[in-house]
């Protein structure tokens, strides 16, 4: 980011976000520089860690068949029991729109948000919180959300709408700031009394951490301040370019909270996908074609839900809010299964992780015999309940983790394999 000025090649947007974030998702392209973010073979690599973000540096073997670990030949060996029903902390960032053109679809949140989303992560016992960026008001185009998510009725005023898991920083969004608005308000000693060090106070280092963006335009919008100047869109401005400055930016502001991975959910203004609201997935290219009401169909924001391996949906079905937010908050549950994930070793250089080696076996008892899962490119690629992939850390499919989690006194065993790096 130039004197921190945010700025780089697309190739390595989608190779560094993507590749670290979501691997094959966003890498398994054909190489010609389309909408998955890679070109001119810079996303060979199943695995390229960011420089800056403490992690070693690992390395993918020639294509073929995996060469599992053994015992003798690890170079590190993890043995963790998996205790069924752990659950780390997750932190929901909403973002919404507040211009003239979104009222439909906050009162859409409003009406959804408390039954559709938060009672359901409440059944699951995840210990969450859910930050909302938005201007805060009862009608038109302000949000409040009551209890028993917020902290009292909305007659009572933001001073009183924090509650237990609920934090509102009472901020305008524009039509095309959301991103840069984030990056202000994220400890801006201004905006909120509430909160005299910015939203970040109410984050917690160890939780897991999601967007949920809501808006029908695009972005386009400037960041300044003594360290940084950041651009975002603008005529011909490339979305991938887009996130990268965005991502960049977000971890300079907040490495104690972003230097890991997150998600990023965009309800944008794409079109439609048949009579209900469906999802489109990180692996399906970037959208231009927008709903019936939105102005834009917010491809800056479609490229951070790619490169971080999240869902995006049409804000124009915001009377069927509903079912989005019942597949954000599974979500939301599912990436909050502390034991479904394990954060992979430091080694001392030169050696370097050979992660297409890795050997994990799990143990559903002591006595039981063990089962050794196959590694798959990517969360796309699960498709049973012995498979795992790799991002930036070791994740079991879903299926795999909800066995896992049925087991009586879980066990994994992970090995590693090393090689040299030659540089």
């Known amino acids: 980011m130039g004197g921190r000025t945010a700025g780089a090649s697309v190739g390595a947007v989608l190779c560094v976000i993507g590749c670290a974030l979501v691997a094959a998702v ?17 996303c060979e690599s199943r695995y390229v860690p960011q420089p800056d973000a403490g992690m070693p540096l690992v390395t993918a073997s020639d294509a073929g068949a995996p060469r599992l670990t053994e015992a003798e030949g690890a170079c590190v060996k993890q043995s963790i029991a998996a205790t069924p029903g752990a659950r780390r902390p997750v932190d929901i960032i909403f973002v919404i729109d507040n211009s003239g053109s979104m009222s439909e679809e906050i009162a859409a949140v409003r009406r959804n948000i408390d039954q559709e989303f938060a009672s359901i992560i409440d059944e699951s016992d995840v210990d969450y919180r859910v930050i909302m960026i ?24 933001i001073e009183k709408a924090n509650g237990e898991r609920y934090f509102h920083f009472n901020q305008v969004i524009g039509s095309n700031d959301a991103l840069c608005q984030i990056l202000d308000t994220i400890d ?61 930016a977000l971890r300079a502001k907040a490495p104690d909270h972003f230097a890991g991975p997150y998600q990023f959910f965009s309800i944008v203004g794409i079109a439609a996908h048949g009579d209900q609201p469906q999802p489109v997935f990180p ?26 391996d999240a869902l995006r949906y049409p804000v124009c079905e915001g009377r069927s809010f509903d079912a989005v937010f019942q597949v954000l908050a599974q979500t939301v549950i599912q990436t909050a299964k502390a034991e479904c994930t394990f954060e992979l ?46 991002h930036d850390r070791i994740e079991l499919c879903p299926q795999a983790c909800q066995w896992l989690q049925r087991a009586p006194e879980p066990a994994v065993e992970i090995l590693y394999g090393c090689s040299v790096n030659p540089g």
């Open 283 to 308: 692996s399906e290219p970037l959208d231009p074609m927008t709903c019936n009401t939105a102005p834009s169909a917010g491809l800056s924001y479609q490229a951070l839900s790619v490169a971080t």
């Open 26 to 42: 966003s890498c398994s392209g054909d190489g010609s520089g389309d909408a998955t973010g890679c070109k001119d073979g810079e």
């Open 345 to 390: 070793p430091e080694v001392e250089a030169p050696q370097v992780l050979d992660l297409p080696s890795v050997n994990l076996e799990v143990r559903r008892s002591p006595d039981a015999d063990p089962q050794t899962l196959d590694q798959v490119s990517g969360r796309l690629d699960c498709n049973d309940a012995h498979s795992f992939y790799i």
């Open 188 to 248: 801006n000693t201004r905006a909120d009394p509430r909160a005299p060090n910015g939203f970040s106070e109410w984050l917690r280092p160890d939780a897991a951490k999601a967007f949920v963006l809501i808006t029908d335009d695009s972005a386009r919008c400037s960041y300044i301040d003594s360290e940084m100047t950041v651009y975002i869109g603008g005529d011909g401005s490339d979305p991938f370019d887009d996130a990268l400055t965005f991502h960049a």
């Open 134 to 157: 938005s201007q805060f008001g009862e009608d038109g185009t302000g949000v409040c959300i009551d209890p028993p998510l917020g902290g009292a009725d909305c007659s009572q005023g």
